[in-house]
């Protein structure tokens, strides 16, 4: 498939995931379930976001107003932890289709995608190149660095080393088939119709 078109169904994916109850999904977690070359991808993410799943949960959980849990002053309500537990479920699932699309893609056709997305913009004047440099530098810094990634302090005290880029950014274009524009329309067809319902 097209580059592009995956990454619109990742887009329209990310915003079904958050229209949708819990039988949606159920469905999508199902269908994310059933491949098992994701799970290691997928697990890294949700282990990274941990403190994003708590806080988020916490903020919900104790910030909705309802009845309060076992009728303890200090607990939180029960709508809001009914709340805390829906967005953390979507936003696992976000991170899972996040996983699926760097399986899917990977950097060079994460950069694919967004070069054909992107590229109808320069007309009006958008200087799209630089963006897609700019994402292929910071894909490429991640992949070559030797700084131990989460010492952000050790990242900005050391210089910039010019050998670590790259001179020339390649980009491969893949030609647009009739059933890439199948799965953007019925991507979008199924947001349409989950929105209005």
Known sequence: MHPSALLLAWLITVLLVQ???YSGLTI???ALL???TLWAA???YVRRSRWLLFSLWLILAYNTPGE????WPWAPTLEGMAQA???GLRLLLMLGCLAWLFARLGSQGLLGGLWGLLRG???LGIDTERLVVRVALVLGHLATSTV???NWRQMLARMPDAHLGTSTVQIEQVAWRTRDAIVVITAFAGLIGVWLA
């Open 42 to 44: 997928w697990w890294a």
């Open 121 to 123: 913009w320069r007309r």
């Open 148 to 150: 131990d990634r989460g």
């Open 68 to 71: 309060a849990w076992l009728d």
């Open 19 to 21: 229209c949708v109850g």
């Open 85 to 87: 537990h829906l967005h």
């Open 28 to 30: 999508l977690a199902i």
């Open 34 to 36: 059933l491949q098992p």
